[in-house]
């Protein structure tokens, strides 16, 4: 078996923000320091009620990371549907790296309209279907970077690389390990 801390960083006594950070912070390294398996905090944007404050769990993660030595960082999870696709990959992959391989990746598609339609008009939860579409889609292009060197999608949502799109930097040599001369 397996122990987690669901680390949701909510603010119902109005505090700073710091103080917020803080806790969470002290948390993790409690658990570091007690063996728990791993720690994962929420995304979720413009809160006002107290609940959820941290908008990004990816730059959470990135502090615990420098400040723990084995815990698992995860999110719970990163709201695909509000990202890029290709910069949320890059990021969670940049976590993995400066945590030494320790993420576990959460992925989902928002539970509140509010964040939804303020973060990507496309995600809005009123159409379900769109909104599944556009997670599907998502994640399909994530999993791309990940394991692919060099790859195209043409969806609905994201097309890569971008139509008429010719790579052409100064620093890139034509050579096939470093640039797909295909595109």
């Known amino acids: 078996m397996k122990i987690g801390y669901f680390c949701n960083t909510t603010n119902w006594n109005k505090k700073s923000y710091t103080e917020i950070l803080d806790n969470a912070r002290d948390i993790a390294i409690y658990c570091d320091k007690n063996n728990w398996d791993s ?3 929420t995304e979720h944007h413009f809160n006002h009620e107290g609940m959820e404050s941290c908008p990004n769990p990816l730059m959470l993660g990135t502090d615990i990371a420098a400040r723990t030595k084995q815990i698992r960082i995860g999110q719970a999870c990163n ?4 990202w890029n696709p290709i910069r949320l990959a890059e990021d969670i992959a940049a976590l993995d790296q400066l945590s030494n391989g320790r993420v576990e990746v959460g992925v989902g598609r928002g539970i509140y309209g509010r964040e939804a339609l303020h973060m990507n008009v496309e995600a809005d939860l009123k159409d379900q279907a769109k909104n599944k579409r556009l997670f599907e889609e998502t994640l399909t292009i994530m999993k791309k970077a990940w394991t692919e060197n060099f790859f ?3 969806g609905e949502f994201y097309t890569y690389p971008a139509p008429d799109f010719i790579w052409q930097h100064d620093m890139s040599p034509p050579n096939e390990d470093f640039v797909d001369l295909k595109t």
């Open 39 to 41: 720690i994962w905090f």
């Open 79 to 82: 709201v695909i549907t509000f």
């Open 152 to 154: 195209s999608h043409q």
